[in-house]
Protein backbone atom coordinates (compact mmCIF):
# COMPACT_ATOMS: atom_id res chain seq x y z
CA UNK A 1 0.00 0.00 0.00
CA UNK A 2 1.12 3.24 -0.89
CA UNK A 3 1.41 5.67 1.63
CA UNK A 4 -1.03 8.12 0.28
CA UNK A 5 -3.45 5.27 0.73
CA UNK A 6 -2.82 4.60 4.31
CA UNK A 7 -3.01 8.20 4.71
CA UNK A 8 -6.60 8.32 3.26
CA UNK A 9 -7.81 5.38 4.74
CA UNK A 10 -6.11 6.56 8.06
CA UNK A 11 -7.58 9.97 7.53
CA UNK A 12 -11.66 8.11 7.00
CA UNK A 13 -11.00 6.28 10.55
CA UNK A 14 -10.22 9.27 12.30
CA UNK A 15 -13.30 10.72 11.13
CA UNK A 16 -15.59 8.30 11.83
CA UNK A 17 -14.27 8.00 15.24
CA UNK A 18 -14.55 12.11 15.82
CA UNK A 19 -17.95 11.65 14.51
CA UNK A 20 -19.65 8.51 16.08
CA UNK A 21 -18.05 10.02 19.56
CA UNK A 22 -19.57 13.65 19.13
CA UNK A 23 -23.12 11.66 17.96
CA UNK A 24 -22.46 10.45 21.58
CA UNK A 25 -21.10 13.77 23.44
CA UNK A 26 -17.36 12.13 24.04
CA UNK A 27 -14.57 14.32 22.36
CA UNK A 28 -11.83 12.09 23.77
CA UNK A 29 -12.00 8.97 21.35
CA UNK A 30 -11.85 11.21 17.94
CA UNK A 31 -9.15 13.54 19.74
CA UNK A 32 -6.89 10.24 20.57
CA UNK A 33 -7.28 8.62 17.41
CA UNK A 34 -6.24 11.71 15.62
CA UNK A 35 -3.29 12.08 17.98
CA UNK A 36 -1.90 8.49 17.12
CA UNK A 37 -2.88 9.20 13.55
CA UNK A 38 -0.53 12.88 13.34
CA UNK A 39 2.24 10.87 15.18
CA UNK A 40 2.48 8.26 12.66
CA UNK A 41 2.16 10.43 9.85
CA UNK A 42 4.80 12.76 11.65
CA UNK A 43 7.04 9.31 11.84
CA UNK A 44 6.93 8.62 8.34
CA UNK A 45 7.48 12.09 6.92
CA UNK A 46 10.44 12.53 5.07
CA UNK A 47 10.44 16.42 5.89
CA UNK A 48 9.11 16.18 9.60
CA UNK A 49 9.23 20.06 10.41
CA UNK A 50 6.95 20.61 6.92
CA UNK A 51 4.07 17.82 7.61
CA UNK A 52 3.85 19.20 10.57
CA UNK A 53 3.45 22.64 9.28
CA UNK A 54 0.79 21.07 6.69
CA UNK A 55 -0.68 19.52 9.33
CA UNK A 56 -1.16 23.13 11.72
CA UNK A 57 -2.04 24.88 8.55
CA UNK A 58 -5.03 22.47 8.52
CA UNK A 59 -6.27 22.79 11.65
CA UNK A 60 -5.65 26.50 12.57
CA UNK A 61 -7.63 26.75 8.88
CA UNK A 62 -9.98 24.40 10.01
CA UNK A 63 -10.24 26.49 13.62
CA UNK A 64 -11.42 29.68 11.59
CA UNK A 65 -13.84 27.96 9.25
CA UNK A 66 -15.89 25.92 11.83
CA UNK A 67 -15.75 28.87 14.12
CA UNK A 68 -17.46 31.27 11.07
CA UNK A 69 -19.69 28.37 10.55
CA UNK A 70 -21.09 28.48 14.44
CA UNK A 71 -21.26 32.15 14.22
CA UNK A 72 -23.03 32.19 11.50
CA UNK A 73 -25.38 29.60 12.16
CA UNK A 74 -24.89 27.22 9.97
CA UNK A 75 -23.89 24.69 11.91
CA UNK A 76 -24.48 23.38 15.66
CA UNK A 77 -22.35 20.84 16.87
CA UNK A 78 -22.62 17.70 19.41
CA UNK A 79 -20.12 17.49 21.95
CA UNK A 80 -18.78 21.09 21.85
CA UNK A 81 -16.21 21.15 23.74
CA UNK A 82 -14.25 23.05 25.01
CA UNK A 83 -16.99 25.87 23.67
CA UNK A 84 -20.52 26.43 22.35
CA UNK A 85 -18.66 29.70 20.28
CA UNK A 86 -15.97 27.82 18.33
CA UNK A 87 -15.20 25.14 16.50
CA UNK A 88 -14.92 22.12 19.02
CA UNK A 89 -11.37 20.26 19.70
CA UNK A 90 -12.63 17.07 17.96
CA UNK A 91 -13.45 18.95 14.82
CA UNK A 92 -10.44 21.04 14.97
CA UNK A 93 -9.02 17.46 15.60
CA UNK A 94 -10.29 15.81 12.59
CA UNK A 95 -9.03 19.03 10.69
CA UNK A 96 -5.46 18.45 11.57
CA UNK A 97 -5.66 15.36 10.47
CA UNK A 98 -7.45 16.23 7.07
CA UNK A 99 -3.90 17.72 6.86
CA UNK A 100 -2.34 14.50 6.41
CA UNK A 101 -4.36 14.21 3.28
CA UNK A 102 -3.40 16.96 1.25
CA UNK A 103 -0.43 15.86 -0.99
CA UNK A 104 -2.45 13.27 -2.61
CA UNK A 105 -5.58 15.21 -3.28
CA UNK A 106 -2.88 17.85 -4.61
CA UNK A 107 -2.15 15.63 -6.60
CA UNK A 108 -5.79 14.83 -8.12
CA UNK A 109 -6.78 18.35 -8.10
CA UNK A 110 -4.18 21.18 -7.88
CA UNK A 111 -4.92 23.94 -6.06
CA UNK A 112 -6.93 25.92 -8.59
CA UNK A 113 -10.13 25.41 -10.09
CA UNK A 114 -10.43 21.80 -9.67
CA UNK A 115 -9.67 21.91 -6.11
CA UNK A 116 -12.77 24.52 -5.19
CA UNK A 117 -14.79 22.54 -7.01
CA UNK A 118 -13.88 19.63 -5.27
CA UNK A 119 -14.28 21.37 -1.97
CA UNK A 120 -17.36 23.17 -3.46
CA UNK A 121 -19.59 19.37 -3.80
CA UNK A 122 -17.49 17.14 -1.29
CA UNK A 123 -17.60 19.80 1.47
CA UNK A 124 -21.52 19.69 2.40
CA UNK A 125 -21.11 16.04 1.54
CA UNK A 126 -19.15 15.32 4.65
CA UNK A 127 -21.33 17.68 6.78
CA UNK A 128 -24.49 16.01 5.04
CA UNK A 129 -22.38 12.58 6.65
CA UNK A 130 -21.41 13.94 9.54
CA UNK A 131 -25.48 15.03 10.28
CA UNK A 132 -26.63 11.91 9.50
CA UNK A 133 -24.43 10.23 12.11
CA UNK A 134 -25.35 12.91 15.02
CA UNK A 135 -22.51 14.83 14.73
CA UNK A 136 -23.85 18.00 14.09
CA UNK A 137 -27.48 19.88 13.22
CA UNK A 138 -27.17 21.66 10.03
CA UNK A 139 -29.11 24.93 10.12
CA UNK A 140 -32.43 25.63 8.06
CA UNK A 141 -33.13 26.90 5.16
CA UNK A 142 -30.86 23.44 3.87
CA UNK A 143 -30.18 25.86 0.68
CA UNK A 144 -27.97 28.42 2.27
CA UNK A 145 -26.53 25.78 5.01
CA UNK A 146 -25.09 24.35 1.14
CA UNK A 147 -24.60 27.28 -0.02
CA UNK A 148 -22.36 28.20 3.04
CA UNK A 149 -20.85 25.00 3.09
CA UNK A 150 -20.26 25.23 -0.13
CA UNK A 151 -18.43 28.22 -0.44
CA UNK A 152 -16.35 28.22 2.80
CA UNK A 153 -15.04 24.43 1.02
CA UNK A 154 -14.66 26.14 -2.00
CA UNK A 155 -12.20 28.69 -0.55
CA UNK A 156 -10.19 26.45 2.20
CA UNK A 157 -9.81 23.94 0.02
CA UNK A 158 -7.57 25.07 -3.03
CA UNK A 159 -5.84 27.37 0.12
CA UNK A 160 -4.44 24.14 2.03
CA UNK A 161 -3.72 22.29 -1.80
CA UNK A 162 -1.42 25.51 -2.28
CA UNK A 163 -0.15 25.49 0.99
CA UNK A 164 1.03 21.85 0.45
CA UNK A 165 2.57 22.74 -2.65
CA UNK A 166 3.95 25.37 -1.67
CA UNK A 167 5.87 23.41 1.37
CA UNK A 168 6.49 20.66 -1.12
CA UNK A 169 8.56 23.21 -3.07
CA UNK A 170 10.49 24.11 -0.31
CA UNK A 171 11.38 20.03 0.52
CA UNK A 172 12.64 19.60 -2.93
CA UNK A 173 16.61 20.28 -3.27
CA UNK A 174 17.63 23.89 -5.41
Same mark, same amino acid.
Given at each position: ? =????? +?????? *??????? @????????? %??????????????????? =? +?? $??????????????????????????? *???? %??? +??????????? &??????? $?????????????????????????? *???????? +?????????? &??????? *??? @??????????????????
Amino acid at each position: M =TRAFV +NLIGFQ *AVWFVCA @LGAARGLSW %PGLLLAAVFVALHLAMATE =T +NL $AALTLLGSALTGLAVESALIDFGVVHY *AAPW %PSD +NFAPAWIVALW &LAFGATL $APMRALFGSGLKAAIAGAVFGPVAYE *AGESLGAM +NLQSPAWRTV &LVLSLAW *AGA @LPVLLALQGALDARARPA
